[in-house]
C-alpha cells in the first residue's frame, strides 16, 4: 500500500516563526502536493511538484514556499506564519503513468493523514 | 481552466435508502474524474475514478458514479447507503495525466439510522 507520511499531526507556532511541515512518500511517485483544508473551502492547492527540484505554484501560495531535494520528500515552508495560516495542510502523491499506462492506473492521488497547524 | 462544482454542502439520507452526491465539472478536453471520502479525523481516500470507458464507475465501499458528458456530471451513488458512509465528500477532476486537480468544496453526507 501507498504510504504518504506528514511529520506532525498538530503543530502551534507564533506569528512570525518560520514552519516547516514534511512529507514522505514511499511508492516512488513522481508527483507530490501540499493542499491546505478549510471549513467550506474545501481543498485548495497551495504548490505541486512534477519531479525533484521542480515545482509549480498551485492556486494560493503567498505566503509558502516548497523544497523537493529527494522524490520521496516534499517540504512545506511558511517563512513568517500568520493567524489566516492556521488550518488542516494535507500532502498527497501521485504516479505520472507514461505511454499504454498513460491515464491508466496512476492518476489518483494518495493522502497523508494531516496536520492541523495552529498559528497564534 | 477547470473547476468543479458540487451543489449541496449537506446530503442527509436515511439507512438503507439509495444516496446521491452531485458532482458537476467545467473542464477543456477530455476530464478524468475523481472521488474522495474523508471519514471523521482521518485523510482523504480515493474512492472511484473516471478514465475512459464505460461511463458508469464501480468503486469501493459499494459507490458507483455515473459519468455524463452532456450534463458535464459525475454523481456519487450508492444503491443502500449506511451509517457508516457518513463523511465528507470530495468530487475532483483533472485535464491531464499529471499534473494538478482541482476539488469540489465538498459534501457532508450524513446517514441516520
Known amino acids: 500500500d501507498v504510504k504518504v507520511t506528514q511529520s506532525s499531526r498538530y503543530l502551534v507556532k507564533r506569528t512570525g516563526e518560520k514552519v516547516f511541515l514534511e512529507c514522505v512518500q514511499d511508492?516512488?511517485?513522481?508527483?507530490m502536493f501540499w493542499y491546505r483544508q478549510d471549513p467550506g473551502l474545501g481543498l485548495r492547492l497551495i504548490y505541486f511538484s512534477y519531479d525533484v527540484k521542480m515545482k509549480e505554484k498551485g492556486d494560493i501560495p503567498e505566503g509558502y514556499s516548497v523544497s523537493r531535494e529527494k522524490k520521496e520528500r516534499f517540504s512545506l515552508i511558511l517563512e513568517s506564519a500568520s493567524t489566516n495560516q492556521t488550518s488542516m495542510y494535507l500532502c498527497?502523491?501521485?504516479?505520472?503513468?507514461?505511454?499504454?499506462?498513460?491515464?491508466?492506473?496512476?492518476?489518483?492521488?494518495?493522502f497523508g493523514p494531516g496536520t492541523r497547524l495552529t498559528v497564534l | 481552466a477547470q473547476s468543479v462544482a458540487q451543489p449541496e454542502d449537506q446530503v442527509n439520507v436515511a439507512e438503507g435508502n439509495p444516496l446521491t452526491v452531485k458532482c458537476t465539472y467545467s473542464?477543456?478536453?477530455?476530464?478524468?474524474l475523481f472521488w474522495y471520502v474523508q471519514y471523521p479525523n482521518r485523510g482523504l481516500q480515493f474512492l472511484l475514478k473516471?478514465?475512459?470507458?464505460?461511463?458508469l464507475v464501480k468503486g469501493s465501499y459499494g459507490f458507483e458514479a455515473e459519468f455524463n458528458k452532456s450534463q458535464t456530471s459525475f454523481h456519487l451513488k450508492k444503491p443502500s447507503a449506511l451509517v457508516s458512509d457518513s463523511a465528507l465528500y470530495f468530487c475532483?477532476?483533472?485535464?491531464?495525466?499529471?499534473?494538478?486537480?482541482?476539488f469540489g468544496d465538498g459534501t457532508t453526507l450524513t446517514v441516520k439510522p
Open positions: 511508492m516512488d511517485h513522481e508527483n
Open positions: 498527497a502523491s501521485s504516479k505520472s503513468g507514461t505511454g499504454k499506462l498513460a491515464g491508466g492506473l496512476y492518476n489518483e492521488q494518495f
Open positions: 473516471y478514465i475512459t470507458g464505460d461511463n
Open positions: 475532483a477532476v483533472k485535464r491531464t495525466n499529471a499534473g494538478k486537480s482541482t
Open positions: 473542464v477543456s478536453g477530455n476530464p478524468y
